[in-house]
């Protein structure tokens, strides 16, 4: 790998930005490929190619595709999974778990100290802010998920308005149809743009009739990689290995 691309990666990373090292295995050209689809390198790829790079991103797959008459290695490299729940209560004892099992660094935050403590949440990474304020300092991005389970205006209202001015992938509030829909009227009031509000998953999680806090957390969190990983992008290259 060349200096500059090194340079780069290495920057990407830091940034906390996913990325994937395209490498033409019949010239050794190489290609550092954003999510965003930017790319610098020795060679430009085809835009027709540049949604299987971004789909590798996009599901954290490495390996080797064909495309026309080259074959390429995708070397995707991607920053950790995060995910922020707000609200140290009993369904975040079983989503915290859940989602550390799926490779997520989970952070919990919560001001009211007789909830969050190491002994109902070991292991896992406690914040005594507000939640709205927490953000300043967690900088989610998009690689980031935010979950508030509080179910209390007070605190999830101001925490999803700073949410939907980061870009968390997945932003969900734990509430009946009914609330959510009392939330958009107050986040309304509040300034917040309907086209913004739909990107909050309300009620948060897949309706798969959950009813146990283990069975709402497996709903969130298979929302969650629905909202990452997507549906499987078609194009002319086809994947020959998986790393």
Do not use: C
């Amino acid at each position: 790998m060349k200096r500059r691309l090194f340079d780069a990666l290495h920057r990407a990373l830091a940034d906390r930005r996913a990325v994937a090292l395209v490498t033409d295995m019949g010239t050794g050209f190489q290609t550092l490929v954003g999510a965003d689809g930017r790319q610098q390198g020795d060679a430009g790829l085809e835009d027709e190619f540049l949604p299987t790079v971004q789909d590798a991103i996009r599901r954290d797959r490495s390996g080797m595709v064909d495309y026309y008459d080259g074959r390429f290695f995708i070397n995707v490299f991607a920053p950790p999974l995060r995910l922020i729940i707000a609200g140290a209560v009993h369904l975040a004892q079983a989503l915290a778990p859940a989602a550390k099992l799926a490779g997520y660094d989970v952070t919990i935050v919560d001001p009211r100290a007789t909830f969050a403590t190491p002994e109902r949440f070991p292991d896992f990474t406690l914040v005594g802010d507000w939640p709205d304020e927490s953000l300043t300092t967690l900088k989610p991005d998009m690689r980031t998920a935010i979950v508030t389970l509080t179910h209390d205006p007070k605190f999830d209202d101001p925490l999803l308005i700073a949410a939907l001015g980061t870009p968390a992938f997945y932003i969900g509030a734990l509430g009946s149809r009914k609330s959510h829909a009392a939330r958009a009227e107050r986040l309304a009031a509040a300034g917040v743009d309907m086209a913004d509000f739909v990107r909050i998953k309300g009620p948060v999680g897949l309706d798969i009739g959950a009813v146990s806090p283990s069975e709402i957390a497996i709903s969130i969190l298979a929302d969650m990689t629905l909202t990452l990983r997507g549906t499987k992008q078609k194009s002319p290259a086809t994947p020959v290995e998986a790393g």
